[in-house]
């Protein structure tokens, strides 16, 4: 399975809005500028994010988005299902039905479903181990790897950056 790069693009934004005050918002637009994109790709993968509860939209020429969850409680997971939609990486097409044995209609013993198929049910416990990884790690995780990572320069010009953004946007 590739994940599309707008996961990517999601999981750094919600990190950029983690230190924004819970009643200021940072508008689409400064977000894409920031990270050199499209407002209009931007502005889905945020309606697939408000969707699924992740961030909340304040409406408005002063609008913008902010989190409506704590960072602790988002995790890789959920911004994962909500970009790319619930869908499982492996389908079972139950493809043994189509071997020699299974092609004579009359068969009665040669019932076989998805269900049983060790192939995909091999493949459904590797996809739950990865999920579980996922949702362990959540974007207040990321924010601090991304502090052990990163020069302390840029982390610091990020978080301003979106503060002055999110300050600009004040009655």
Known sequence: MKYSVGVEYAL????????????DSVGIKDLAEFQGLSETFLSKVFGKLSKAGIVSSISGVKGGYRL?????????????????????IFQCKNIVKDGLLYRDKDCHSCEFSSSSCTINLVMLEAEENMRDTLRDKTI???????????????????????????????P
């Open 68 to 88: 409506a969850k704590s960072p602790e409680d988002i995790s890789f997971w959920d911004v994962i299902e909500a970009v790319e939609g619930v869908k499982p």
């Open 12 to 23: 750094h934004c919600l990190v950029y809005l983690i230190d924004i005050p819970s009643k």
């Open 140 to 170: 207040a995780w990321l924010d601090k790897e991304l502090d052990l990572v990163l020069p302390k320069k840029i982390r610091t010009d990020t978080r301003e950056y979106f503060k002055n953004r999110a300050l600009t946007k004040l």
